[in-house]
């Protein structure tokens, strides 16, 4: 049992001290990542959506005919 308890310990050390060593981005670059993925996702979803609907109208034409 005791094992488990130092074992425990010792992980969370090594979390915090990993965590000590990343190299975490400034407001800006957060800023600026955040905004990159949005308009990304926005884009694709949008793109996405534009395919989706065109596949579906060509589908309902061939089988009208």
């Known amino acids: ?3 488990i308890i130092k074992g425990t ?3 969370f050390r090594s ?3 990993e ?3 990343v190299s975490w981005p400034s407001r800006n670059e957060l ?3 955040t905004v990159t993925v949005v308009v990304t996702v926005v884009f694709l979803s ?3 959506v534009l395919v989706d609907l065109g596949i579906s109208q060509l589908l309902r034409l061939i089988t009208k005919g």
């Open 46 to 48: 949008i793109f996405f």
């Open 9 to 11: 310990g010792k992980f």
């Open 19 to 21: 965590t000590k060593k």
């Open 31 to 33: 800023l600026k990542y």
């Open 1 to 3: 049992m005791t094992g």
């Open 15 to 17: 979390i915090i001290a």
